[in-house]
């Protein structure tokens, strides 16, 4: 079998003591960093990558990806426990996990997170073991146009699936596109929008634009805010593992979210998020059991499903970048990112001309999930503790790290002074409502947009009809102008503000 | 005219301006043609469209009523500038400012004066834990970086160390 032999590959490489050394520094250091509040998983990566810098690409990703999965942890411990979902696609375990903090069972609700997380995750890496090689060969049938067509979808997908305002996100979208075209052009050489200075001619960096976005612009905004307004952390936990009732329950939900996520998480755009809305409202569908607290108040199945879900949309969205090479949210871009510096450019070829390093982190995708809940589940309360550590102290540290982080990438104060600029300019974008994070997406695509629009119509001499005649190309785009035209729908655009309002 | 969503008003306003300037810009390329992109026709492309979409989030803003005119509020003066200065006079303290002479004056010295300065951001400032809140970032940021994973810092006062 194909499949075991490759597995046995990447369990070969990601199993030396010294990768799992690193794969548990790196579920370590994204848990800790990632339970801290008011520190998404994009802030922690941006911020815990420069760590990875002196390591060989293989144990770099490795513990990147544990990163990954220990501030997607964190991000839904400081969701149950603080109320404050760290980013979009724990937005929905917020609703019940809170309510089963406040009543004091944070101990269950972390557990059935973790366990929930931990299946799904083992689950999806098998899919994306099976599904890797298959698609590899795909990709290598995908020409400029289909390309092109696809980071189209991606970025409408993303649009669509991020709340608020549709127009003003398309707007990120084609302003972090911009910004991903300053630096030289790799056709002619120009160095475009550079203004002669030497540090843009090689481009903004991605590491210190998600640091002054998500480090420093959610810093100043949460300063800004009163104290009162900042949520914090007040209720006891008691009783760390879930009953035996409490398993009866959560096991099916489990099961659901987990193939609800690895169906939907593969869709290019925010197939975790998705999926976590998608396995929620599945839940709150299904008849209550006698006895069962309703949705809403502390349900256990209202975070174990949404969890499983996410996590398994997360390993799926794995996918589309492993074969394709691109990135499908932004925590995904900015892995790009760090796999760019590690001169890793991801893509189909990946895993013909590295076979190691591919199977390697897809091994080492299963181990993280294991590191997680090997870590977690007994060291809850220790997690707890550091929700704890008031805000005067933390906020300094953070401005710290990440200057130290981004200077270290390039041993330049250029880039301090970049981070600094995109912490002004990521305060103004909260100020005005306007969500960051497709930006990221954009910036990372801007540059293998423009690459391959400018291949595919030098291809066609000229001729735009080439993305509607190309039969794969022409899907993609009609699957976007779809996505477009549902979201336009008044019913579904009335339905989409509901949710996320019921969401906030 | 009234504008009925702040937020959105300037957004869009935001949008424009970065549209047009990117596509202003872009006409100092060649722009070539659909079979030859030049070096501007993608962002002269991208600028156009990012300056329409401007045009009608702003259009938006002043017709479609909201409840509370989403009004931007006030701007966090003081957690702003203290905590750019903070970043600016780390980036100093590092690399010094060759261009007027000033000495690097090394990681230490600007770990200090990061967290002091970033400190008065807050609500509270209470000197002695700032003091101990910096020696511990101070210490283990050296063992963490410069110790474990060997990264090049100048850890000293360059007028010093030589």
Redesign the interface.
């Known amino acids: 079998m194909d499949l075991i032999n490759n597995l046995s590959i990447g369990f070969g490489v990601a199993f030396t003591p010294i990768n799992l050394l690193y794969s548990f520094i790196g579920v370590l250091l994204g848990t800790v960093i990632g339970v801290l509040p008011g520190i998404g998983p994009l802030a922690t990566i941006a911020m815990l990558l420069?760590?990875t810098?002196?390591l060989p690409p293989i144990s770099a990703l490795i513990m990147l990806a544990g990163i990954y999965y220990g501030s997607q942890y964190g991000g839904s411990t400081t969701a149950i426990l603080v109320n404050l979902p760290g980013e979009a696609s724990s937005v929905v375990t917020v609703l019940d996990g809170y309510q089963m903090a406040r009543q004091g069972r944070a101990g269950p609700a972390l557990a059935a997170a973790g366990i929930g997380s931990f299946f799904a995750g083992c689950v999806g890496t098998l899919m994306l073991a099976a599904f890797a090689a298959p698609l590899t060969e795909v990709a290598f049938k995908f020409g400029p146009a289909e390309y092109f067509a696809l980071m189209v979808l991606g970025l409408i997908g993303a649009v669509v699936l991020a709340s608020g305002?549709l127009?003003?996100a398309?707007?990120m979208i084609?302003?972090g596109?911009?910004m991903g075209?300053v630096g030289t052009?790799v056709?002619?050489g120009?160095a475009?929008?550079s203004f002669d200075v030497p540090e843009l001619t090689d481009g903004i960096g991605i590491v210190a634009v998600a640091m002054g976005i998500f480090g420093?612009g959610e810093?100043?905004?949460n300063?800004?805010k009163h104290?009162d307004e900042r949520e914090v952390f007040t209720s006891k936990v008691t009783g760390l593992l879930p009953t035996k009732e409490d398993f009866k329950r959560m096991i099916p939900a489990i099961l659901r979210g987990t193939g609800l996520g690895c169906a939907l998480g593969i869709l290019p755009g925010g197939g975790a998020l998705l999926s976590a809305f998608a396995a929620y409202t599945l839940e709150k569908k299904t008849k209550l059991k006698p006895g069962e607290v309703p949705f809403g108040k502390g349900n256990i199945r209202g975070v174990a499903a949404p969890e499983a879900a996410n996590n398994a949309g997360a390993q799926a969205s794995f996918i589309p970048l492993l074969t394709l090479g691109i990135p499908p949210n932004p925590v995904m871009a900015l892995m790009v990112g760090a796999m760019t510096i590690h001169n890793i450019q991801p893509g189909p070829q990946v895993m013909t001309s590295n076979p190691e390093l591919f199977w390697g982190l897809i091994a080492s995708m299963w181990i993280g999930n294991a590191m997680l809940i090997i870590l977690n589940l007994p060291l809850i309360g220790v997690w707890v503790k550091l929700l704890t550590v008031p805000?005067?102290?933390l906020?300094?540290?953070i401005?710290?790290f990440?200057?130290?982080g981004v200077?270290?990438t390039n041993?330049?104060?250029w880039d301090?002074?970049m981070?600094?600029i995109w912490?002004?300019i990521g305060?103004?974008f909260i100020?005005?409502?306007?969500e960051p994070a497709p930006l990221l997406l954009g910036f990372i695509l801007g540059p293998m947009?423009?690459e391959n629009?400018?291949r595919a119509?030098?291809l066609?001499?000229?001729?735009?009809s080439v993305f509607v005649t190309r039969p794969l190309s022409a899907s993609l785009l009609a699957a976007a102008a779809l996505l477009i035209v549902i979201v336009a729908l008044p019913t579904v655009k009335r339905k989409r503000e509901e949710a996320f309002v019921e969401v906030d | 005219m009234k504008i009925k969503s702040q937020k959105d008003f300037f957004s869009g306003l935001m949008f424009m301006a970065v549209g047009t300037a990117f596509a202003w810009g872009a006409t100092n390329y060649n722009i070539g043609e659909g079979a030859r992109m030049g070096p501007g026709y993608f962002p002269l492309m991208l600028g156009i469209l990012l300056a329409a979409i401007g045009a009608f989030t702003i259009f938006e803003a002043l017709v479609v009523e909201t409840e509370d005119g989403e009004r931007v509020g006030h701007i966090a003066w003081k957690p702003l500038s203290f905590i750019i200065a903070s970043n600016v006079v780390f980036g100093i303290m590092l690399g010094g400012l060759p261009a007027i002479g000033f000495p690097s004056f090394g990681l230490i010295v600007g770990i200090y004066a990061l967290v002091f300065i970033a400190a008065l951001a807050g609500d509270e400032f209470k000197f002695k834990e700032v003091l101990v809140l910096a020696t511990v970032l101070a210490i283990g940021s050296y063992v963490a970086f410069v110790w474990l994973l060997k990264l090049q810092f100048p850890v000293w006062p360059s007028f010093i160390v030589g």
């Open positions: 420069p760590a810098y002196a305002s127009i003003k398309v707007g084609l302003l596109l911009l075209l052009d056709n002619s120009v475009r929008y420093y810093i100043i905004s300063l800004g104290v805000y005067r102290w906020f300094p540290g401005v710290l990440c200057a130290i200077y270290s041993n330049n104060t301090i002074w981070v600094g912490g002004v305060y103004m100020k005005l409502g306007a947009m423009e629009l400018r119509m030098l066609s001499r000229g001729d735009w």
